[in-house]
DNA sequence: GACATGGGTGTTACTTTATAACGCTTCGGC
DNA sequence: GCCGAAGCGTTATAAAGTAACACCCATGTC
């Protein structure tokens, strides 16, 4: 993931999917919101809440207070089109917003890529997990640290 | 798990299992560290680092400072006496010590217990998606966000 | 026993991450 | 045009975590 590919269609493509679902959801899009997914999208390494207020204050000139960003991460991890990731307390672009899902990733120690999975035997095998115990589960976070395949076959 | 138990039990166990396998691996657990993994297991409800900060100063008179409790944290971490849950910013006794293991929990939105389970489904799960992916799994964290048994049988 | 060594702890200061409270503005429905 | 709710700005503050440095004390060595 570390490795080439075009990131600007990722981008592009992002937006235009978060259009088009808040368009039909009637959620608000704003300017702002938009801006501030458009810099979590700015790689595929979860980036933090103050990266992305730097990235608006020097890229944009407006110097923003940490509110601001956290008020539009809180709208787009509400309408799923960002994922938190809670061992690095940052944040992520979805790969596929539209359907609710809460999300599985495969962080890279060496490269810092998140990759996005959404497995059905790991998602199976939680909520198997938790009915035997008699939990009911409303939000399963699954966050694997290791070592992308790109990043074995190239150590630094 | 929030419902009636012999906690006291609980504790006494917990520490019991700590000196025997810091004895064996030649791990110094002091008398401050072993004071912190009893505070950890005060109850089964993940603390908070500043939690337990609050707690030595107050149980005990001697005001300690943050890096204080962290770095005694920070070793039952390593040792495996402790779990950390990522998304709550905080520690809880393991229940199984000694095999290594990286934990799997269910966190009670209600109540705030973390029950820590080891499914091999949910680890086989794991490992075959990221092998599938060719991702080397180092450290996988499973938190599982829901209601407990007893929280669902006596909502409040 | 003297001594060197290294791990553990104390202390101060600081960084990073996140939220509270309040008011102004703007959007969208009527 | 008016109104209510949602969005945004601002200031201040809380919560979580770390850096740097000095001291202490247990341990092993001579």
Chains 1, 2 share one sequence.
Not at 3 to 18: K, V
Not at 38 to 58: C, F, K, M, N, T
Not at 91 to 110: I, R, T
Request: aromatic share 4%.
């Amino acid at each position: 993931m570390s490795s080439l590919h075009d990131h600007t269609h990722c981008i592009a493509d992002a937006l235009t999917r978060a259009d088009a679902l808040c368009a039909e959801r009637g959620a608000r899009l704003t300017a702002l919101r938009r801006r501030v997914l458009e810099l979590v999208w700015s790689s595929h390494r979860p980036r933090g809440a103050y990266a992305i207020l730097e990235d608006l204050s020097q890229q944009d000139g407006k110097a923003a207070a940490p509110l601001t960003v956290y008020r539009a991460l809180e709208f787009l991890v509400e309408q799923g089109l960002v994922h938190r990731i809670e061992s690095l307390n940052a944040y992520v672009g979805c790969a596929a917003p539209g359907n609710v899902h809460s999300g599985q990733f495969l962080v890279c120690e060496a490269c810092g890529d998140a990759a996005e999975i959404d497995d059905p035997g790991v998602g199976t095998a939680i909520t198997a997990a938790a009915a035997e115990r008699g939990f009911r589960v409303q939000r399963p976070t699954v966050e694997v640290r290791g070592l992308c395949k790109s990043c074995q076959e190239t150590p630094r």
